[in-house]
T-cell receptor
Framework: GQQLNQNPQSMFIQEGEDVSMNCTSS?????WLWYKQDPGEGPVLLIA?????ELTSNGRLTAQFGITRKDSFLNISASIPSDVGIYFC?????????FGTGTRLQVFP | GAGVSQTPSNKVTEKGKYVELRCDPI?????LYWYRQSLGQGPEFLIY????????DSGLPNDRFFAVRPEGSVSTLKIQRTERGDSAVYLC?????????????FGPGTRLTVL
């Protein structure tokens, strides 16, 4: 099935550093979502974006809905150990989510 | 608990066998979704229900896969004649309605292993 292209595939950073990841699609989406998945758990929604160009924050997380509606970006500031996990973007047009390939984040103290 | 629950958490079966995976959505949620997540990949859509009816089953890989939601609450994903390639985590999600902006809440998944 279709999967969105997410970069980078993995990141190894030191606690306190900022993190950036992005997601691109060949098709347009009306909604972009960012999820975090911990081992053995289902994805949990972090941020939802509903309008092209929209910039939304949730605590240390900031996400942007690209102007072309074909991409989105997630930034995490001042990373902490509990940020460890896999981050997925997802596009939504018709209620079935199309997920990205994931970015695995490791944070070292 | 108040979240989406899935049973069993793990299922090991032999090639060719039949399996059923169960999903209990959040009470009151009318929309229910099934996704499949292979190792190292993001979840892939299989099917979604609005109430009792399957509104979109375009993600089901073939006719060995079938899902039901007879009373508009609990759903069962059924896989016939399992193959090794069916091994994956099967995730269920529910949302209040099928309208946009309604968050999908995911269960912990059922890890299916076909030997």
């Amino acid at each position: 099935g279709q999967q969105l292209n997410q970069n980078p595939q993995s990141m190894f950073i030191q606690e306190g550093e900022d993190v950036s990841m992005n997601c691109t699609s060949s098709s347009i989406f009306n909604t972009w979502l960012w999820y975090k998945q911990d081992p053995g758990e289902g994805p949990v929604l972090l941020i939802a974006l509903y309008k092209a160009g929209e910039l939304t924050s949730n605590g240390r997380l900031t996400a942007q809905f690209g102007i072309t509606r074909k991409d989105s970006f997630l930034n995490i500031s001042a990373s902490i150990p509990s940020d460890v996990g896999i981050y997925f973007c997802a596009g939504d047009n018709t209620d079935k989510l199309i997920f990205g390939t994931g970015t695995r984040l490791q944070v070292f103290p | 608990g108040a979240g989406v629950s899935q049973t069993p958490s793990n299922k090991v079966t032999e090639k060719g066998k039949y399996v059923e995976l169960r999903c209990d959505p959040i009470s009151g949620h009318t929309a229910l979704y099934w996704y499949r997540q292979s190792l190292g990949q993001g979840p892939e859509f299989l099917i979604y229900f609005q109430g009792t009816g399957a509104a979109d089953d375009s993600g089901l890989p073939n006719d060995r896969f079938f899902a039901v939601r007879p009373e508009g609450s609990v759903s069962t994903l059924k896989i016939q004649r399992t193959e090794r390639g069916d091994s994956a985590v099967y995730l269920c999600a529910s949302s209040l309605t099928r309208l946009a902006h309604n968050e999908q809440f995911f269960g912990p998944g059922t890890r299916l292993t076909v030997l």
